[in-house]
């Protein structure tokens, strides 16, 4: 069966085609020869089907503070102009023989061509501030480091999604985020943008596609092998975040599902692990005992008891509004803020949807995810 990436379309989670040939507008040495990694920074970019939103990717790299010394677009058999808008604008193109199956066989078969010392990803849906390369290599001066990851804004904050989206991020970046960081152990650097040490990677094999969260995947695995991960909150970036309810069932499917497989692929060493323990315990509780109280425990006392219950929806807005009033005011966009919160709720409750589904099929009725479709 054959599969896209990044494209709205489902994906097949299949064993990545042999990556013995190259479609490029510059030549590359083969994967199996030895490679000298130079110092410096490659950025690579899966695509499928993205000429909407790739040019606005490519300039956005070709206009940091901080250049990189190559930007490799994986056009990944793309039906679109893709490769096309991406080589116009002086970036590298890669192009598999064949559609490779998902986000991770992408990534990899994009490596074989990075030279560099550090290697950012970046999703083809997302732009960078000008800073934001330079801003995130200080994260990666401790040799230990094998990742980093930066502040995620929504591009768009238009629709409810968007809107809750925008105050979900601003408060897990704003609060969640930095005390994970104090431990040097964040639960995941970012996919849509995030460094890596290239030899970490090469390691490690790659990012792995035996989930569909490559990217908690790998950040978990890092931490098995003694590395640490680092936040770094002026390094912005901005992806398109799913705009109607389609794509955002399509995002949240995958999130789901992959922090659940994640869970059980990293079971046995998990808990081994200082203080990732404790932030993945925190994220279960979260995902699983706050759930179930906000979708049975909360409506039945609301019924039965009192109705005053309700207001219980509210208990802990004040720990969400104060972290997020903070960091909207950093950002000079505190009204846009307080206006989103009612839309943060709504998100809310969906994403405890999504996430007691995924739990059920996975763990209670055995049916995991090996496809899904990106939203965005």
Request: hydrophobic share 45%.
């Amino acid at each position: 069966m054959h599969a896209t990436l990044d494209g709205g379309t489902s994906q097949t989670l299949i064993e990545p085609p042999q990556a013995d040939a190259l479609t490029s507008n510059r030549e590359h040495p083969q994967t199996a020869q030895p490679r000298t990694l130079i110092p410096g920074v490659t950025v690579l970019i899966p695509a499928y089907n993205e000429e909407a939103s790739i040019a606005d990717t490519v300039r956005s790299v070709q206009a940091q503070t901080t250049q990189a010394v190559e930007i490799i677009v994986v056009d990944d058999c793309s039906k679109d102009r893709t490769g096309q808008i991406a080589r116009s604008l002086g970036a590298t193109v890669l192009r598999p023989p064949m559609n490779q199956g998902s986000k991770a066989t992408a990534l990899n078969f994009g490596m074989q061509a990075v030279r560099t010392e550090m290697v950012l990803t970046i999703d083809a849906d997302t732009t960078l501030e000008s800073t934001a390369i330079e801003h995130l290599l200080p994260a990666m001066a401790d040799p230990t480091t094998g990742a980093a990851s930066g502040f995620v804004v929504p591009r768009h904050v238009r629709t409810i999604w968007e809107r809750g989206r925008y105050v979900e991020y601003l408060y897990a970046f704003a609060f969640y985020k930095p005390i994970q960081d104090y431990y040097r152990k964040p639960m995941i650097a970012s996919g849509c943008f995030a460094i890596y040490r290239t030899q970490d990677v090469l390691d490690l094999g790659g990012w792995s596609h035996r989930t569909v969260g490559e990217d908690m995947d790998l950040t978990w695995t890092l931490y098995e092998h003694g590395k640490t991960v680092r936040y770094a909150a002026n390094a912005v970036c901005y992806p398109i975040e799913p705009h109607n309810f389609d794509f955002l069932r399509k995002q949240l499917t995958r999130w789901s599902h992959g922090f659940v497989q994640c869970m059980r692929v990293h079971w046995g060493s998990l808990w081994s692990v200082p203080y990732l323990r404790m932030i993945v315990a925190t994220a279960l509780w979260d995902a699983t005992i706050a759930a179930i109280a906000f979708f049975v425990a909360i409506p039945l006392l609301a019924i039965f008891v009192h109705p005053l219950f309700i207001l219980l929806y509210l208990a802990d807005l004040p720990g969400i509004l104060i972290p997020v009033a903070m960091e909207a005011s950093r950002r000079k966009e505190t009204a846009k803020a307080l206006a989103c919160i009612p839309a943060f709720y709504v998100l809310r409750f969906v994403n405890f949807y999504f996430v007691l589904k995924a739990f059920w099929n996975e763990f209670v009725v055995g049916k995991k995810l090996r496809t899904f479709e990106k939203g965005h």
